[in-house]
């Protein structure tokens, strides 16, 4: 995909970079929303900005229809600056948690969908309301906790649902939440529900659809949108995961609404908020080799980059492939790859069998478009490096890599 002399130019002016395929964002969309629209005429994936907030990447995603799915002021604001103020009230979700006045206000002076995270938002909303003379909003999304969750095994610490996840309102209160909300003037409701993360099984969806069919019977409420959150997974270790079949599971998923009576006379209108499927595999990151160290017989590559530039291997011991891109040495040996930081938890990649490896060599990490470059920081006063766009033959610079002066910029 990358030509060789493309990357070492790149290396040699960066040492470390993230570069993104146009192409391959462009397929992953069309791919979702043709599966998901043989079935559902009127379903439609938000983006979770929170995946890649990149603007150059995020008008890729829109060129094709999809909606963004917000988690803060900054990524509303983001949204703002790419859509018009018509689009907004179409094409943005708000899915924060534990949220404050000020967002809510800007919510609403946005007129965006809300996403109520708990059941006393819906009174500090009306708070809000009533303050800067605004009408309560006619429609919102309720984000339920049905008392289960799903993790990869890969990232156990990421709970979303269940007892020990700190999202959404706990089903038993979801009525109560309904009726808080119709006494302030809220006609129709969504239904939110995300409790998994990089999620390869059906099954999983199936038996979300039932739990929703569950909570709609309980509460007897008619939700005119019931959205399943962004858990489609991806598989970043090609040895243990395989890809989810879209078009199976988009089948299982309407024979099962069918079943359950959510989608009579063809009504069920089906939202998602998927990210890193989209983005997940068209990222990659680019570093180059500085220090190959032996000790108590291990052999460690230890590159420029380090877990400020990707956390998700440090901080879910999450599997990414890793390849030499420089090398063509047929010996091969067991290495563990890690970065610069002063932490011990800066691993890539444990007991990895590469080629034979030395200095100035070029490695590459696969899968890292999605809570990548996002998650970036600064300890060790790393700087956050440069993003690359590869459109067609044509390489885009679409953020520098960052500078001293920047990280001093607010230091008064």
């Given amino acids: 995909m990358f030509s060789d002399k493309m990357i070492q130019t790149l290396i040699t002016k960066e040492k470390t970079f993230y570069m993104y395929s146009k192409s391959l964002i462009e397929t992953r969309c069309k791919n979702l929303l043709d599966s998901f629209k043989y079935h559902f005429q009127k379903f439609n994936n938000f983006y979770a900005i929170k995946a ?5 990447l995020i008008k890729i995603i829109l ?34 948690n534990y949220t404050s006045h000020e967002e809510l206000k800007k919510c609403l002076d946005y007129q965006v969908k809300i996403n109520i995270d708990d059941i006393t938002i819906i009174d500090d ?18 984000r339920v906790n049905p008392g289960i969750g799903k993790t990869n095994s890969e990232t156990k610490s990421n709970i979303l649902g269940g007892p020990d996840a700190k999202f959404g309102i706990p089903y038993p209160k979801l009525k109560n939440a309904i009726e808080k909300a119709k006494k302030y003037g809220t006609k129709h409701f969504g239904l939110h529900c995300m409790t998994g993360s990089n999620v390869l099984e059906e099954d999983y969806f199936v038996s ?15 939700f005119i949108e019931y959205n399943l959150g962004g858990g489609l997974g991806i598989p970043y270790n090609e040895d243990k995961d395989k890809e989810i079949n879209l078009q199976s599971l988009t089948l299982k998923i309407k ?19 998927n990210g890193r499927y989209l983005m997940g595999p068209t990222g990659f990151l680019f570093t180059e080799v500085q220090v190959i160290k032996e000790a108590f017989d291990k052999k460690y590559i230890g590159v420029n980059a380090c877990m400020s530039n990707l956390m998700r291997p440090g901080m879910y011991q999450a599997y990414h492939k890793i390849i030499n891109y420089s090398s063509i040495s047929r010996n091969q040996y067991i290495y563990q790859i890690v970065g610069n930081l002063c932490e011990n938890n800066d691993w890539f990649g444990r007991d990895r069998l590469l080629p034979e490896t030395v200095p100035q060599d070029v490695m590459c990490i696969l899968d890292v478009g999605a ?32 500078t001293i002066d920047d990280y001093l910029a607010t230091v008064c």
């Fill in 52 to 56: 890649n907030p990149n603007p150059h």
């Fill in 63 to 96: 060129k094709s229809g999809m909606g963004l799915d917000c988690s803060s002021l900054i990524e509303l604001e983001i949204a703002k600056k790419l859509l018009s103020r018509e689009e907004m009230k179409t094409k943005v979700i708000y899915t924060s």
């Fill in 125 to 142: 909303l009306n708070e809000v309301c009533i303050k800067n003379e605004k009408q309560f909003p006619k429609f919102l999304y309720l």
């Fill in 208 to 222: 979300l659809v039932s739990k929703l069919a569950d909570i709609t019977q309980e509460t007897k409420e008619p």
């Fill in 255 to 273: 024979e099962t609404s069918e079943k359950l009576k959510l989608n009579e006379n063809h009504k069920f209108n089906l939202v998602m908020e």
């Fill in 371 to 402: 809570h990548g470059h996002s998650m970036g920081f600064q300890y060790n006063g790393k700087l956050r490096c440069a993003e690359y766009l590869m459109d067609k033959e044509k390489i885009i610079e679409i953020r520098r890599k960052e």
